[in-house]
């Protein structure tokens, strides 16, 4: 800004600092003006002139190109002094109109949709959109873009599933071998234990742990997990019972593999005098069911509306109908006291499960008269493993469960627990069990789906002890981001769930506290190729 005086004192010019456009020019007849005029009107224009200075720095804050000139200024600050808004908010405004218009009508019929971004770029370019038709066009690939990624999740799921239900090839060469030595070498038939031992399988100064699996690997974990975290591993005695298919190679595997000092004996369900279809009428029906084997083993997706579920909400609904669960293996527990008479205290452990801590102080906790110490599954933040009340695995709309049940009732686990079977042969537990059983049934599996434990709830209650959770930890096959620092101090990691330690989907980096028990070296694990990649 620059102020030019006429050297006869008769003209006062104002220009931009570049000299070329004269803003105001001011003339002065000598014989009419004063100095005091001329004062006056130079310091009107000093309070004036910071006004369009501090203009011109909000202009140049708000991210507008740098002017060279007044004439840009002008162009720039015009409509703010005049009071006229930017069109960008209004062209905003109407377009969130147009897309709130286009939410509530109808996809016109025969849509063709590009199949990228770039080609709907391509299409408003060369057919001249106007804003609804390309609203239109974007609300159908994002509806189309949601239902491809909703379709695959489930397929996902579905996929997950069969793995999760399948026998994995090493594990499957692993018992044809062993049934095959079972066969062909007298060393794998020797009596397991011992004639000597044979005392001690029903000795109670001894603690004996319990495992009922068809999976041979699976069972030496539990085993060589539970001598190896022992301090008393010479007072163990551990009892697998399997199926009659599996016995052969569970009976070798252990013949050839033994762990001593502890103590380990193998019986199939066929060598158990006490298991006839009289005593277990209700697990008999359950398995020959055709409805019930059609809905364990048939399509899991025909007549199931996927549209109007979720899909955590299908997952659980497809792990309830996984085949184990109509497995006589799976509901054995509830017979234990008869199965082994002279037996006082007992643990019982699922196949999936790793023991990392010596177990011997489970025997010495007081029950306080109760059947079975189990972990609570009520008190923690996790939805999927430790916030688990009665109303996650009943159906609290049928009419039987609404009237005998609590819905706000705190669940607990199975998995390892502590059985006092003195005090359970008192109990009807066994009785109730299968009424409730029955009622399912009769109900066509509306009361509950998932599993042994709803009704092992139900014939419980009243007769469990808690105890401290750091015993137990549930959820390495649900949960990918479970802490590996609480993982190395529980007592017994379990893996329920699908993601299997032994599985192809087993979470990686869980994986190794499981495969530590496992001898690598074995000439039957190395040949099966037992989880190689």
């Not at 006869?8 to 007849?29: Q, W």
Request: glycine share 4%; aromatic share 10%.
């Amino acid at each position: 800004m620059q102020l030019h005086f006429s050297p006869s004192m008769r003209s006062i010019t104002i220009s931009s600092s570049n000299g070329f456009i004269d803003l105001m020019k001011i003339k002065v007849a000598a014989r009419h003006i004063s100095y005091r005029t001329l004062f006056h009107t130079i310091l009107i224009l000093a309070f004036l002139l910071p006004f369009v200075f501090i203009l011109t720095a909000v202009v140049t804050l708000e991210g507008v190109n740098k002017c060279s000139s007044f004439d840009c200024l002008g162009r720039r600050l015009g409509p703010r002094l005049l009071g006229r808004a930017d069109d960008s908010g209004r062209l905003v405004r109407d377009f969130y109109k147009i897309l709130n218009q286009v939410n509530t009508e109808e996809l016109p019929d025969g849509l063709k949709l590009p199949d990228t971004f770039s080609q709907l770029v391509s299409e408003m370019k060369n057919k001249q959109y106007d804003a609804k038709t390309f609203a239109f066009m974007l609300r159908a690939m994002m509806e189309k873009l949601e239902r491809d990624i909703r379709e695959s999740k489930f397929a996902e799921l579905m996929n997950k599933h069969f793995a999760a239900s399948a026998v994995p090839k090493g594990i499957h060469c692993l018992s044809l071998r062993l049934t095959d030595e079972y066969s062909s070498n007298a060393h794998a038939r020797k009596q397991l234990p011992s004639p000597e031992l044979l005392p001690l399988l029903s000795d109670n100064s001894y603690h004996h742990m319990i495992v009922s699996t068809d999976n041979i690997l699976a069972a030496s974990v539990v085993v060589n997990s539970a001598v190896q975290s022992s301090l008393q591993p010479e007072k163990i005695v551990f009892h697998v019972i399997t199926d009659k298919k599996t016995y052969a190679g569970m009976h070798s595997w252990f013949a050839l593999n033994p762990v001593s000092p502890a103590i380990v004996e193998v019986k199939g369900v066929h060598q158990f005098d006490w298991l006839t279809r009289e005593n277990v009428p209700v697990l008999e029906a359950v398995e020959n069911h055709n409805g019930i084997r059609s809905y364990y083993h048939g399509n899991h997706v025909a007549g199931a509306n996927l549209s109007e579920t979720t899909p955590r909400r299908f997952a659980s609904k497809l792990q309830a109908r996984s085949p184990k669960y109509i497995s006589l293996l799976n509901h054995l527990r509830i017979y234990i006291p008869e199965l082994f008479p002279n037996l006082n205290k007992v643990v019982f452990l699922d196949d999936d499960v790793v023991i990392q801590r010596d177990l011997s102080p489970l025997w010495e906790i007081d029950l306080e008269g109760k059947v079975n110490g189990a972990v609570e599954t009520c008190r923690g933040e996790d939805e999927w493993v430790m916030s688990k009340r009665f109303r996650n695995y009943f159906n609290f709309s049928h009419p039987l469960i609404a009237k005998n049940l609590n819905p706000d009732e705190c669940a607990w686990a199975y998995g390892m627990n502590i059985f006092d079977l003195s005090a359970w042969r008192k109990t009807n537990i066994r009785e109730t069990y299968h009424s409730w059983l029955k009622e399912n049934l009769k109900s066509n599996l509306t009361m509950w789906k998932l599993g042994t434990l709803p009704p092992a709830l139900i014939a419980f209650k009243g007769h469990v002890h808690p105890i401290d959770p750091s015993w137990h930890m549930l959820g390495l096959g649900y949960q990918n981001k479970t802490n590996i620092d609480s993982v190395k101090e529980a007592a017994v990691i379990h893996y329920n769930g699908q993601s299997k330690p032994w599985l192809q989907i087993g979470f990686e980096h869980l994986r190794p506290f499981w495969t530590k028990y496992i001898n690598y070296s074995n000439d039957f694990v190395r040949n099966c190729h037992i989880l190689e990649s």
